[in-house]
């Protein structure tokens, strides 16, 4: 048995608190700068596509060292795992505004005009008319995004973050035996992309037997 | 008692009313008023601005300018000048409406779709409402199917669920727009006796239809609007069988095939 799989093991907990941190920020970030990205004011529209498009374009590797290696020229200085699940987090944003966006247009405009009809007003309309339906069909889109989060978080292991892929690299040095190594490594990775997947897909064909959207 | 309460007295009042979209005039200056318990019926050719003039009655679309009167609520609104949405809220909630679409919430279940509004709009506990939901839809026949969701119905009876969800909130008037246009004929025909029913109770209505043996029957008046304009209004044997206008002429022979 190799003797460091309990070792490697012990950065699942670090990943997942990345994945999981950053994911919630970018699920809640990603709400205002959707609905503003589809605002009928150019002023709030545009400044929104932009920060939208320069999250998106740029590497997250890139926005890593920015933060880690660049803020403190100007003073910010931030710690490893505060630099992996702020800049993952902030960058998710953008991509889930996307994803909501794409949800938004789903749904058919009628659902719009029967809350407006009925007096709901425009709080109760996001909450109880467009977010369930919206949950409904960005769900399995976010899931998938969820589990590109989650690798995307080896990236923290470039500015130090002691997680799965740092400690792989720290265990194939010591060993010489990366294949061994990385094949753990990797394996973890399988073991926990592939819950996500299979809730996700039993959730989506659960709800879809009860009804569909747009 | 209000001055709008005496016999005879419009209780629903558009005056003026044009909606623009871009260079096209889709409602030309509109004037219509309701008696207390009238129903009456809009009609004519596609494209003529009668569903955009109701959508403007209940100010889903905003028009360019118009007055709008139900009861003692009232709301003017004048060019450039765009209504805010708290100007807009009382007017809307004496006004009950029902889409071709019938547009139900897909993911509440036909009782959550007649009771959301109730307790977020009227401050019913959840228990009144339910209550109140499941007598109307007792009412349009639909009590069984209180726990299903939208999907799960056919077409006639999401159109009586969206009927009991605009009745639940207690509307002055209703507004149907193309109610059974996209229903099969029989299947339309559930939903007209609701509607015809809902008539003899007194309610008022305001129907945009192209369902002419409705309009004569159970309408008091028949409004033609063509080009976003009213043409001709009148008792719905008057206008059917002896019309003043030749486009109503030429929209009924062509719907009535003679």
């Known amino acids: 048995m190799f003797q460091y799989t309990g070792y490697i093991l012990a950065g699942v907990g670090g990943t997942v608190a990345i994945t999981v941190a950053a994911f919630a920020i970018g699920a809640l970030l990603g709400v205002p700068l959707a609905v503003a990205s589809r605002s ?17 374009s740029v590497p997250n590797l890139v926005w890593l060292f920015l933060v880690f290696f660049g803020l403190p020229e100007v003073g910010i200085r931030l710690g490893p795992w505060a630099t992996a699940i702020l800049t993952l987090g902030v960058t998710s944003s953008a991509y889930l505004a996307e994803i ?11 659902q719009w005009l029967a809350s407006k009809a009925l007096g709901l007003t425009t709080w109760d309309r996001g909450r109880h008319v467009l977010a369930p339906q919206l949950a409904r069909v960005v769900s399995p889109t976010m899931a998938t995004y969820a589990i590109s989060l989650l690798k995307e978080s080896a990236l923290a292991s470039t500015i130090g973050v002691v997680e799965l892929t740092f400690r792989g690299g720290l265990v194939s040095q010591r ?18 992309s592939l819950p996500l997947a299979y809730t996700s897909r039993r959730v989506d064909s659960r709800l879809r037997a009860k009804f569909s959207v747009g | 008692m209000g001055p709008d309460r005496r016999a005879g007295a419009a209780f629903l009042e558009a005056s003026g009313v044009t909606m ?15 008696a207390r318990g009238e129903v009456v019926s809009i009609i004519g050719p596609s494209g003529a601005g009668k569903s955009t003039f109701l959508r403007c009655v209940n100010l889903l679309e905003i028009p360019e300018q118009g007055s709008l009167r139900v009861g003692d609520t009232s709301l003017t609104v004048r060019p450039g000048a765009k209504p805010r949405e708290k100007d807009i809220q009382p007017l809307r909630r004496k006004l009950g409406m029902v889409f071709q679409n019938f547009n139900l919430f897909p993911h509440l279940t036909v009782l959550r779709n007649v009771s959301l509004a109730q307790e977020r709009v009227l401050g019913r506990s959840r228990a009144e409402a339910e209550a109140r939901s499941m007598s109307l839809l007792d009412r349009v026949g639909l009590a069984g199917k209180a726990g299903a969701y939208p999907g799960r119905c056919s077409g006639g009876q999401q159109q009586r669920v969206a009927i009991a969800r605009a009745l639940a909130l207690d509307p002055a008037v209703m507004l149907f727009d193309e109610p059974t246009s996209a229903l099969d004929p029989e299947v339309g025909a559930e939903v007209l006796a609701v509607m015809k029913e809902l008539a003899g109770e007194g309610m008022t209505m305001l129907v945009v239809t192209h369902e002419m043996a409705f309009a004569r029957d159970v309408s008091d008046r028949i409004v033609v609007m063509v080009d976003g304009a009213v043409v001709e209004a009148g008792e719905p044997r008057q206008v059917m069988s002896d019309p003043s206008h030749p486009r109503t002429r030429s929209f009924l022979s062509a719907v009535l095939g003679r």
């Open chain 1, 40 to 56: 009928g004011h150019r002023l709030v529209r545009w400044p929104a596509i932009s920060v939208i498009e320069v999250l998106r």
């Open chain 1, 100 to 110: 909501y966006r794409g949800g938004f247009s789903g749904l058919g405009q009628g």
């Open chain 1, 175 to 192: 060993t010489g035996d990366g294949l061994t190594t990385f094949v753990v490594v990797g394996v973890v990775y399988l073991l926990l």
């Open chain 2, 20 to 34: 623009r979209f871009g260079d096209h005039v889709a409602v030309r200056d509109v004037t219509l008023s309701l």
